[in-house]
């Protein structure tokens, strides 16, 4: 049994049984013009494919999130263009879940929630999942509207609905109305450091980032993900505007001020209508007393909203992990630098895996500190062929600590793919994912764990959703410069070449020898149709960075891909092949890259030559 996380695109005839009994044969004569000119052709352009019609309706699947609710939109504008009452019109829902694929047929979850998003859509409207939001909001000119949580037929969970709409609607008056949330929201903006040190700004990010965290576990308040909250961070704000653009009902605000032993921390909740302050309250503590504070300020906001606390969600939010401060403070310290770090940057991971040790040393039962252990002794191992176990002990330290740790059954499956072990792999991601579906380390796992098995349109839509969450990563984004060019989709492939070079520009322009940075910022450079600016970035990388595996690995890479060039993608590869780890030479008979050098006995040399080398080695 296969299963792959996909998009999932439901349609529906509104009104179908009338008009059949009103005109059945003229119906059926619409119904068949609307799919030959209309429906079939925009899925076939936005990447898609139908799967099942069933009666007036039909599904598909889409390689994206994006690709789906763009079709959508493009299937209504040009269905309502028709005249008369009796025209076809649809209701369309779309979801993003992990579906069961049996031939060319797909069933499960995914595709349940689809169809139910779809019933719940206005006419001529789509309605789309919480996921779907969270992944497609700010990347395609629309607008997203909140209907609230809905409990729907054989679906245990509620489904947190969104209907979407063209943001530029030339007609106000036809717009989907969109019906009152049913719970309270509420958006957490970064804490601001107000400590007069930047070095600090990882402190304030991780109050932050746990007041999100003990917010989630409240089942009757809707909280704004991580990734989508901190996009304003650093940015002047209106308060209301905030909350219309989130669609939320509060927004919290607020500073951290550390200094020596003590911390002051303010906080003010504010009605997102009126602009009003609910709550506000300012606490200066001993640093000792940072989590009791933290339990506070969660305790408070829900008092605020007038919500009640259930036992069990007072217990999740009082559990930290860990009571120790200093090995507290250390853990923040390690997960700034390794979600802000340079990717591709050995530094990076050798930080992270100082300040984990340190924090497990002084609290070996501190779970968070062993999972981000092993995700950076894992990176540590596969990007740069280090020795090391890739994280195995301290992933299996995590997680006997505490199961429910998403990102460790992430590391987890990567371990499990790279031992063979493909079926256990994904059960793993399919935990991880359901754990927490907006964690960024959970969705580069699944991508590379699909792109290694070579199911490119499944890797697609998590490096997608990896590379949203942290603008940061200019990694996920260049790797799907390699899954659009996989995939001959040259619209993808140029948007994500031009994603990548405006992280990796950012990331040059503070360090001009970062040879990861300027790996992928020649792949970018070649789509883009920058072959000299790319050729000197890989002369001056060659040249200041000759020993970097990495980059020479991309190199070839483009050489292969985007140039043609057998001789010189060789040539690069040559060295990376003799010295890789089984994990990177995993990934290169994956890669789609260097299909053009399957064939080539120089190549299939090199293969057999890592291949005997890593055997000897054991």
């Known amino acids: 049994m296969q299963r792959k996380l996909t998009a999932i695109l439901s349609a529906d005839v509104v009104g179908y049984s009338g008009l059949m009994e009103a005109d059945e044969t003229g119906t059926l004569e619409r119904l068949k013009a609307n799919r030959t000119r209309i429906f079939d052709p925009q899925v076939a352009i936005h990447g898609g494919r139908i799967f099942k019609l069933i009666g007036d309706g039909a599904l598909a699947e889409f390689p994206s999130v994006i690709s789906a609710v763009e079709c959508a939109l493009a299937i209504q504008a040009a269905t309502e263009k028709a005249a008369g009452a009796s025209r076809i019109r649809y209701r369309i829902g779309i979801n993003l879940g992990e579906v069961i694929v049996e031939d060319d047929d797909i069933y499960g979850d995914g595709v349940n929630v689809a169809a139910r998003l779809q019933a719940l859509a206005p006419v001529g409207g789509v309605a789309v999942s919480r996921t779907v939001h969270d992944n497609a909001r700010g990347k395609i000119s629309c607008t997203f509207d909140d209907l609230g949580e809905h409990t729907v037929k054989n679906i245990e969970t509620p489904v947190h609905v969104f209907s979407v709409r063209p943001a530029r609607a030339t007609d106000e008056a036809e717009r989907p109305k969109p019906e009152p949330a049913h719970k309270l929201s509420i958006c957490v903006l970064p804490f601001s450091n107000m400590s007069g040190d930047t070095e600090q700004e990882y402190f304030s990010d991780g109050i932050s980032e746990d007041i999100i965290t003990d917010l ?31 669609s939320v009902s509060h927004v919290l605000e607020g500073s951290v001020r550390k200094s020596g032993g003590r911390v002051r921390i303010t906080a003010q909740l504010i009605d997102g209508a009126a602009g009003d302050h609910v709550w506000a309250e300012r606490y200066d503590r001993n640093l000792d007393d940072i989590f009791a504070l933290q339990d506070e300020i969660s305790q408070a906001i829900v008092g605020a909203l007038r919500l009640v606390l259930l036992p069990e969600e007072k217990k999740a939010i009082e559990r930290r992990g860990t009571e120790n401060v200093e090995a507290y403070n250390l853990y923040l310290m390690a997960r700034q630098n390794f979600t802000t770090g340079n990717f591709g940057d050995v530094r990076r991971d050798e930080t992270v895996i100082r300040l984990c040790t340190r924090a497990t040393e002084i609290d070996p039962s501190y779970a968070r500190a062993w999972a981000l252990l092993a995700m950076a002794q894992n990176s540590l191992r596969y990007q740069f062929a280090r020795d090391g176990d890739g994280g195995q002990a301290s992933v299996e330290r995590a997680l006997a600590l505490d199961a429910n740790l998403a990102e460790a059954h992430a590391v987890l499956a990567l371990l499990l793919h790279e031992s063979g072990r493909h079926d256990e792999a994904l059960a793993e991601l399919a935990t991880a994912l359901r754990m927490d579906p907006d964690s960024h380390e959970v969705n580069r796992a699944a991508a590379y764990s699909h792109f290694r098995r070579r199911r490119i349109v499944d890797a697609i839509a998590h490096f997608e959703k990896s590379a949203a969450i942290l603008e940061a990563d200019f990694s996920s984004s260049a790797m799907l410069i390699t899954c659009y060019t996989a995939t001959g989709d040259a619209k993808g492939q140029r948007r994500a070449a031009e994603m990548t070079l405006a992280r990796v520009e950012k990331v040059i322009a503070l360090d001009r020898n970062n040879g990861a940075a300027i790996g992928l910022g020649v792949s970018a450079l070649m789509v883009l149709g920058e072959a000299e600016r790319a050729k000197e970035w890989m002369a001056r990388g060659l040249l200041i960075d000759p020993d970097n595996m990495n980059m020479r690995y991309n190199f070839a890479c483009d050489m292969a891909a985007q140039m043609g060039d057998k001789d010189r993608a060789l040539e690069l590869l040559g060295p990376v092949l003799a010295t890789m780890s089984i994990d990177f030479l995993n990934h290169a008979k994956a890669d789609p890259d260097f299909d053009s050098l399957r064939d080539d006995p120089r190549f299939q040399a090199m293969i057999a030559a890592a291949e005997a080398r890593l055997a000897a080695e054991g």
């Open 216 to 246: 989630s576990k409240v089942s009757a308040l809707s909280v704004v993900a991580r990734n989508t909250a901190f996009t304003f961070k650093g940015k002047s704000l209106k308060i209301p505007q905030v909350a219309r653009e989130l």
